[in-house]
C-alpha cells in the first residue's frame, strides 16, 4: 500500500495538506480524506480548477496556496469582499514567464531565457504549464469563480502563451512606452457574460502592472464599492507556499468557515458558463 | 435618552455597526454591547488603536474598516499571515495628506493644498488629525499590534507632519529622483525591540510607495516567510468602508471568529512596550 493511503486511513487524523499536484491521484487523497471528515488543505491550483466544486462538497476545503502563494487573494475573494460586487480582475498569475519576459527585455532570446529559468529551477523540463500559460489559466479559472460566483471550466480559457516572443518585440514596446506582461485577465457584463483570457499584452511603463518585476505576482480586482485594489507579491517559492498552507491549517484548527471552499461548492450543481476571450484591445493592446 | 442608549437597549439585537468615531461616547456603547454579548463592528480607528485590547476582551470585535478602508490589511495580518513572522510594515495611511503632498508637487503652497482638501471635503476644518499625522499613527498603531503582537501606545509613536513642506522641497526632491511621501512605518527587531514612526521621506520615484497616487492607501508588508507583500486601494470613502464594514457583518452572521479581535485581547493584560523612531535613514530619508 502507498504511503499516502496509508496514512489516510489512520483512525486519529484531522487534517491532510496536499503539495503533490496533478489531478490523479490528488483528487482521490483529497475525496478520500473529505468523505472520512478530514479536513484538506491543497496548494493544487490544476485540481482546484478543474474539481474544486464537487470536492467542495465533499467537506471544508481550503486552497489559499493554489494561487499566487502568499497573496491572500483567494480568502479576500471569497471573504473579504464577500459583500461587494466585482467587476474585473487582471494580474500576472505566473512569475516564471513573467522573468523569462524580463530577460528577453534585457535582450536575451526566448531559447535563452528559458534555459537560464530551467538551471534556476524556475521552468521545468517541459515548459509547457508556463510558456503556453496552462497555469495562469488554471489560477485566473479559480479566481474568477470566486469573483464572479460562476462556474468556470479552466479549459475554456483562451491562451496565448510566449513562445512567439523574442528580444526584438520587447525592444519595439519599451521604444514605445510599453513592457510586454503576460496578463491574465477576466470581467463579467451584465452580472451574466463572462470574458477571460491569458495573453501577452502591452502594458503602459507606468502602469502598476509593468513594475511587477521578476517572479512576483501581481492581482488588480476592480469592486464596485471597495475599489480598485492591488495585491502584490511573490507568486511562487516553498517559503511562500508554507505560509499560506499554514494560515490554512490555522483556520482549520480554530474552526473557522472554510469561505472559499463553500463558496465554489454553490457551484457544484452548475454547469461551466460561456468563456468569451477579452480579445486584443482591452485591458491592454496583444503583443503577439 | 439618546436614540444610540435606546438601540443598545433593544433586547432582540444581534450586531451594532459603529461609525461615529472618536473614543466617546463610541467606548461606552462599544462596552455595552459587547458585555450583552453582541456583535461589535467598528470604523473606529481611534478607539481601536488607544482601547483595542482592553474592549476585545469583552466580546467579538471585528475592525477591518478602521485602516486602509476596503484594503484587506486587518484580517491580513491577524488571519492570514497568522503563521507567518512580521519584519516591518511601511505604508501611506492618510489619502489626505498624500493628495496634499502631490498638489505641491504640482506647485501649490501649503495652504492652498489645504484650503483645496478642504474643499473637497477631504480635509476637516481643523485639519491636524490628517496633517499632524494623529490618524496614521492610530492606524500604524492598530497594524503594529496585529503584526508584532505586543501592545503599542498611538501616543509612544513619533510623528512628524507635513506642515513644514512646500512646493520648493517638493521640486528639489523631484530633481535628485524623489517623491515626498507621508510614510508610516514600523518594524521589530530581535523579536523584541519596536521602531516606528511616520514623517514625510524622500522615497526614490520607482519605488512601489512612490506612485500611490491621490486618496490611496498602500501597504508593504515583509513576512519571513510570505516574503515581500503589498496591498494598494483607496483609503477612504463611504463606499470602500461600507465593503469592509459589511464583509465583517458578514462574518459575524457566519460565526468566523474574530481573528484580529481576539488577537488584541491576548495584549489586554500587558503594558505598551517601548517605541522608538525609526529615524531620519531608514526605510528613506527624511525629508523634513
Known amino acids: 500500500m502507498r504511503p499516502a493511503v496509508q496514512l489516510l486511513a489512520q483512525p486519529q487524523l484531522d487534517a491532510i495538506v496536499e503539495v503533490m499536484g496533478g489531478i490523479e491521484p490528488a483528487s482521490t487523497y483529497i475525496s478520500t480524506a473529505l468523505q472520512a471528515g478530514r479536513q484538506v488543505i491543497t496548494a493544487n491550483k490544476q485540481l482546484v480548477a478543474a474539481q474544486g466544486p464537487p470536492l467542495a462538497c465533499l467537506g471544508p476545503l481550503r486552497f489559499e496556496a493554489s494561487v499566487a502563494s502568499a497573496i491572500p487573494i483567494v480568502e479576500t475573494l471569497a471573504d473579504a469582499l464577500g459583500a461587494d460586487r466585482i467587476g474585473s480582475i487582471m494580474g500576472i498569475l505566473n512569475g516564471t514567464t513573467n ?8 535582450g536575451a532570446s526566448y531559447a535563452d531565457a528559458l534555459a537560464d529559468a530551467q538551471r534556476r529551477g524556475l521552468a521545468e523540463a517541459d515548459p509547457s504549464a508556463d510558456v503556453d500559460a496552462h497555469d495562469p489559466a488554471a489560477k485566473l479559472a479559480i479566481l474568477a469563480m470566486l469573483a464572479f460566483r460562476r462556474r468556470i471550466d479552466p479549459s475554456q480559457i483562451a491562451r496565448v502563451g510566449i513562445r512567439d516572443l523574442g528580444p526584438g518585440q520587447m525592444e519595439d514596446g519599451r521604444r514605445r512606452g510599453f513592457v510586454i506582461k503576460l496578463i491574465a485577465a477576466a470581467a463579467i457584463h451584465d452580472g451574466a457574460r463572462i470574458e477571460a483570457d491569458i495573453r501577452p499584452r502591452l502594458v503602459p511603463a507606468d502602469a502598476p502592472m509593468a513594475r511587477v518585476h521578476g517572479a512576483m ?35 482549520a484548527a480554530k474552526g473557522v468557515p472554510a469561505s472559499a471552499g463553500s463558496l465554489l461548492a454553490t457551484l457544484a450543481d452548475t454547469s461551466p458558463v460561456t468563456v468569451v476571450p477579452l480579445g486584443p484591445t482591452a485591458p491592454y493592446p496583444a503583443a503577439s
Request: proline share 5%; hydrophobic share 55%.
Open 99 to 106: 522573468s523569462m519576459l524580463a530577460a528577453m527585455g534585457g
Open 217 to 251: 505576482n501581481a492581482i488588480a480586482v476592480d469592486a464596485e464599492y471597495a475599489g480598485s485594489l492591488i495585491f502584490e507579491g511573490p507568486g511562487a517559492g516553498p517559503d511562500a507556499a508554507a505560509s499560506a498552507v499554514l494560515a490554512d491549517l490555522i483556520r
